[in-house]
C-alpha cells in the first residue's frame, strides 16, 4: 500500500498565532475527516480570524494535539529563523519478526500530512493577541491587519487544499481498527528543517513505505 | 422512491444509503446556512437516524418533515439553493401620480446552490457485494465530513453567522428552496459564482455526486452593516400567554411544483412563522434558547467568541457522554439488520440497513410558544373547583361544601383549617407534601365527590370554613347557602339508617360521629341512598310537622328514637284509628260529664 503524501501550502505566522493556525489545521481538517466513529461535530471559532473549525469532540485528542502544539512552541523559541514542520501521520500496525535493525511491531504509514510554518522572530513584550497598542504606530498596526488578512486567506486555501486532498485519495485508507475517536493510529512529529533528526525521520519513513507520491 | 419500503437485495441496500446520503446532506446545509431556532437537543441522547454516516447532528430541521413529496426517482437530483434576501428601496418616477414614496422590494439573490445526485452510468458494470457497499459507505462517511467543513469555510457561512447573531436586526434573510431541478441563473450571477465538485463516489452503477456553487464574494451585499437596534416596535404584538391567548399566524411555506421554499424569518411586512414571531415576552426566551443553542449539544450553532460575537461557552459533558456512547468495536451486528448502527468490528463500518424512522414522529424543534404552567392545575381533579371537576359529574349539582371536609376529628375548626390546606396544598400540585395519612383520606375525599350532599352538619359548619376559602369554593359555598334542604342528606349512611338520615334533626356530635362512615360510602351507594331517600322522604303535608320537629329537636335532645316517631309516615287509616279513639275519648268524657251532671242533680233533689 503507497503512502499518501500531501505537503500544505506553507504559512508565514507570527509566534503567537502558531496555536491557532496548528489547531485548526491539524485538528478541523485532518482529524475530523479522519476519525471516522461516530462523532458529533463541535464547530470552534478562531479567536484571530474568522474561520471556524470543527473538532470531533475527542477530549483525548485535543490533550494531545495541544501537548504537541506546546513541544512544537517549544522547539520554535530553541531554534528561531527556521522553518518548522508538523508531521501528522496515520500508520497500520504490522506485527513482525524482529530483525536486527526493525522493532517487533512495525508501523506501515499510509498517509503523512507535512505542515509547515515560517514563524516570524518572536518579539518580546509584544502582546501577540492584541491588535493595536497605544505605543503602536499607525503604519505598522496597519501592516499587521494587511498581514493578518493575507493570512487568513492562506489559511483559508490551506483548509480548502486539505479537504481537496481528502476527497480525491479515499482508496488508500486501510481498514477502519476501531470506531473510537481517531479511527487510524496517529503520530504526530515536530521538526525543523536545520534538524538533523529532520533528514533522518524523513529517510526513514521513506525506508518504511516505499516510494511516497507527492501531491503538493 | 418510497422511504420506507426498500427493494431488497443489493439494490435496496444503495437505495437506502443514498436516500439517507440525501437526508444527511440536507441536514447538514440547512443546519450550517439557515438560522432555526430550536431547542436544544436532549442531551446525549443519539437517535438510529444520527448513526447515519456516523455524524450526530441533532434534532433535523422542521423542513425536512415535509419531504413528503420527495417520492422521486434515483436519477432525480436534489438542488437545495440558499438564497440571500435583502430589502432594497427604489422610488418610483415622480411622475407616477400613484405612489411618490419609496417602496421596499425584497431583493433575492441565490448565493449557493448544492446539488446532490445520483449520476447513473450504464455503462459501468454493476458493483455489488457486502465489500463494495461498505466502501461506498465509509466513501459516504467521509464525503459528508467535507461537505460539513467545506460549509464552513464558504463566504455564505459568514452571512449565517450573522443572522443567527442579530436574528431580525441584520438586513438581511437567508431562505432556501429544495428542488428537483435548478432554476437558471442570471449570466452576471453564474459570472460571480465559482463551482466546486467534490469527488464522486462509486456507486452500485453509477456515481454519487456532490456539487456546490457559490458566490466568491459577499461584500456587494454589505452584510457588515449588521448593527444591534435598540428597542423596535412589534407590529403584531401578541401578549404574553398569562394575557392573551396565543394567536396563530400563518405559514409562510409555498410550493412550486417539486420544489418547497421556505422563508424563515418574516419581515414587518409578511407575517412571521408561528415559531418566530417577534414578541417582547420572547426575545428573552429565543436568546436563552439560543444561547443554549450554542451548548455542544447540538452540531451547530458552535462556540461563539470574537468574531461573531456570541459569549457561550461550551461545555464539555457532552464529550464524556459522547464516549460513553461509544460502542465497542468488538460488536457484531448482523448485516440484514436494518437501521442499526456498524456494531460490527468488520474493517470497513457497515451502514445500518434498517429503514428510516419516519420523522414525521419526531417532535417539531421550533420553540413552540412556551405555556406558563398553570399553578392551578392540580394532580388530583377532585380539588379543583367545580368547574373544572369531571365532566362526568356535570350533570351532578356541585360539590357539597361537607367534600373540603375529611378529617375524622370531631373538631369543626381544626378540620377546617386542614381543608384549606389540603385543598391550597393540592392546588399547587404539592401533593406530595402531604402527610401520607393523606391519601387514604383524599380518596375517600374523591369518593365523596360522587355524592352531591352533605351533611347538614358540615353545611352549619361550613360558614366558618367558607370564608376562608378560595373564590371557588366561596362561590360554591354561596350556592349552598340555605342549607335547609329537607333532602340534604348523609349519604354515606345506609339505606337502613335513611330513616335517622334526616339530618335537620342531628346535632353536630352526630354528624361528626357519622363523619368517618360518611367517608367509607361509595359513590354508588351514595347515590342508591340518595334514591331510597327520595323514595321514603314524606309527603309535602308533612313538612309542617316536620320543621316543627325540627325546632323541638332540641328538646328531645337524647331522645333519639323518640323524634323518630314524629317522622313516621302517616296513613289514613292511622288517622281514622286515631280519630276513632279521639271519638272515644270525646265520648268517654262527655259521658263522664253527663254521669256527673245526673249524679250533681240527684244530690240536689
Known amino acids: 500500500m503507497n503512502c499518501e503524501i500531501c505537503q500544505l501550502k506553507e504559512l508565514d505566522v507570527e509566534h503567537f498565532e502558531i496555536h491557532e493556525v496548528l489547531r485548526c489545521k491539524i485538528l478541523h481538517t485532518i482529524l475530523f475527516h ?20 470543527v473538532q470531533c469532540g475527542d477530549v483525548e485528542l485535543e490533550r494531545k494535539v495541544d501537548e504537541k502544539i506546546d513541544q512544537f512552541l517549544d522547539r520554535v523559541d530553541k531554534h528561531p529563523n527556521k522553518k518548522n514542520q508538523i508531521c501528522l501521520s496515520f500508520y497500520e500496525v504490522k506485527n513482525k519478526q524482529p530483525t536486527w535493525f526493525t522493532n517487533k511491531v512495525e508501523r506501515l504509514y499510509w498517509e503523512q500530512w507535512y505542515i509547515n510554518l515560517n514563524v516570524a522572530p518572536h518579539q518580546k513584550g509584544h502582546s501577540g493577541k492584541s491588535t493595536s497598542s497605544k505605543i503602536v504606530v499607525d503604519p505598522e498596526a496597519e501592516e499587521r491587519t494587511v498581514r493578518r488578512a493575507a493570512l487568513e486567506a492562506s489559511l483559508r486555501d490551506v483548509l480548502f487544499q486539505i479537504i481537496r486532498f481528502v476527497n480525491e485519495k479515499k482508496d488508500h485508507i486501510p481498514p477502519i481498527p476501531n470506531l473510537e475517536g481517531v479511527s487510524f493510529p496517529y503520530e504526530i512529529t515536530i521538526s525543523s528543517s536545520s534538524d538533523s533528526a529532520f533528514g533522518m525521520e524523513m529517510f526513514k519513513r521513506m525506508l518504511q513505505t516505499g516510494h511516497p507520491t507527492m501531491l503538493s | 422512491m418510497d422511504l420506507h419500503s426498500y427493494p431488497h437485495g443489493e439494490h435496496g441496500r444503495f437505495e437506502q444509503i443514498f436516500n439517507q446520503f440525501l437526508l444527511k446532506s440536507l441536514h447538514i446545509i440547512l443546519d450550517s446556512r439557515v438560522p432555526m431556532n430550536r431547542l436544544p437537543s436532549r442531551g446525549g441522547e443519539i437517535r438510529k437516524s444520527d448513526r447515519w454516516f456516523n455524524l450526530v447532528l441533532g434534532d433535523r430541521p422542521a423542513a425536512m418533515d415535509s419531504l413528503s413529496f420527495w417520492n422521486r426517482s434515483l436519477m432525480e437530483p436534489m438542488v437545495i439553493d440558499i438564497i440571500l434576501v435583502q430589502e432594497s428601496r427604489y422610488s418610483l418616477s415622480e411622475h407616477d401620480s400613484h405612489s411618490t414614496l419609496a417602496t421596499e422590494m425584497p431583493a433575492e439573490t441565490v448565493i449557493e446552490r448544492w446539488v446532490v445526485q445520483y449520476e447513473h452510468q450504464r455503462s459501468m458494470a454493476p458493483q455489488i457485494g457486502d465489500a463494495f457497499y461498505k466502501k461506498t459507505y465509509k466513501k459516504s462517511i467521509i464525503l459528508l465530513r467535507s461537505v460539513y467543513s467545506m460549509l464552513r469555510l464558504l463566504p455564505a457561512y459568514k452571512a449565517f453567522r450573522k443572522q443567527q447573531s442579530f436574528k431580525q436586526n441584520c438586513g438581511f434573510e437567508i431562505n432556501y428552496k429544495i428542488c428537483s431541478f435548478g432554476s437558471p441563473l442570471l449570466r452576471s450571477e453564474e459570472e460571480s459564482m465559482k463551482n466546486y465538485s467534490f469527488i464522486p463516489i462509486d456507486a452500485q ?58 422563508q424563515t424569518r418574516g419581515r414587518q411586512s409578511a407575517p412571521p412563522s408561528p415559531f418566530q414571531r417577534p414578541h417582547s415576552w420572547s426575545s428573552g426566551l429565543q436568546r436563552e434558547l439560543s444561547s443554549q443553542q450554542s451548548q455542544p449539544y447540538s452540531a451547530s450553532p458552535p462556540l461563539y467568541r470574537s468574531p461573531y460575537e456570541y459569549s457561550s461557552s461550551p461545555t464539555e459533558a457532552y464529550i464524556q457522554r459522547n464516549q460513553n456512547q461509544r460502542f465497542p468495536a468488538n460488536q457484531k451486528a448482523p448485516c440484514d439488520e436494518i437501521l ?9 463500518p457497515s451502514p445500518p440497513t434498517k429503514s428510516v424512522i419516519p420523522f414525521h414522529n419526531r417532535r417539531h424543534p421550533e420553540t413552540a410558544p412556551m405555556s406558563i404552567p398553570h399553578p392551578m392545575i392540580a394532580r388530583s381533579p377532585r380539588y379543583l373547583s367545580p368547574n373544572l371537576s369531571d365532566p362526568s359529574r356535570n350533570s351532578l349539582p356541585p360539590l357539597s361544601p361537607r367534600n373540603t371536609k375529611y378529617d375524622s376529628s370531631s373538631h369543626e375548626s381544626p378540620s377546617g383549617i386542614r381543608s384549606i390546606r389540603r385543598l391550597d396544598s393540592a392546588r399547587t400540585g404539592e401533593m406530595s407534601n402531604t402527610p401520607t395519612n393523606a391519601g387514604p383520606k383524599l380518596s375517600r375525599d374523591s369518593k365523596e365527590d360522587s355524592g352531591r350532599f352533605s351533611s347538614l352538619l358540615s353545611s352549619s359548619s361550613s360558614p366558618r370554613v367558607g370564608l376562608s376559602r378560595t373564590s371557588s369554593r366561596l362561590s360554591f359555598q354561596d350556592d349552598f347557602g340555605d342549607c335547609d334542604c329537607p333532602f340534604i342528606v348523609d349519604d354515606v349512611d345506609p339505606p337502613d339508617n335513611q330513616t ?69 309516615p302517616r296513613k289514613a287509616s292511622d288517622a281514622f284509628e286515631e280519630l276513632k279513639v279521639y271519638r272515644q275519648m270525646k265520648d268517654l268524657l262527655l259521658s263522664k260529664s253527663a254521669a256527673r251532671v245526673v249524679s250533681k242533680e240527684k244530690t240536689e233533689f
Open chain 2, 500 to 568: 335517622s338520615s334526616n339530618l335537620g334533626a342531628r346535632n353536630c356530635s352526630e354528624v361528626s360521629s357519622l363523619a368517618p362512615s360518611t367517608m367509607k360510602k361509595s359513590q354508588d351507594a351514595a347515590v342508591g341512598a340518595l334514591v331510597h331517600m327520595l323514595k321514603t322522604a314524606p309527603p309535602l303535608r308533612q313538612e309542617s310537622c316536620y320543621h316543627n320537629t325540627h325546632s323541638s329537636k332540641t328538646e328531645f335532645e337524647g331522645e333519639v328514637g323518640a323524634a323518630s316517631e314524629f317522622f313516621k
Open chain 2, 205 to 262: 452503477q453509477g456515481r454519487l455526486s456532490v456539487s456546490v456553487m457559490y458566490r466568491k464574494d459577499l461584500s456587494d451585499f454589505n452584510l457588515d452593516s449588521c448593527v444591534s437596534h435598540p428597542i423596535e416596535i412589534i407590529s403584531d404584538y401578541v401578549g404574553s400567554p398569562l394575557t392573551d391567548p396565543m394567536r396563530a399566524f400563518p405559514c409562510t411555506s409555498s410550493e412550486k411544483g417539486h420544489s418547497i421554499s421556505f
Open chain 2, 340 to 348: 442499526s448502527p456498524p456494531f460490527s468490528s468488520s474493517p470497513s
Open chain 1, 34 to 53: 479522519r476519525a471516522l466513529g461516530l462523532v458529533r461535530p463541535k464547530d470552534i471559532d478562531l479567536e484571530l480570524f474568522e474561520i471556524t473549525y
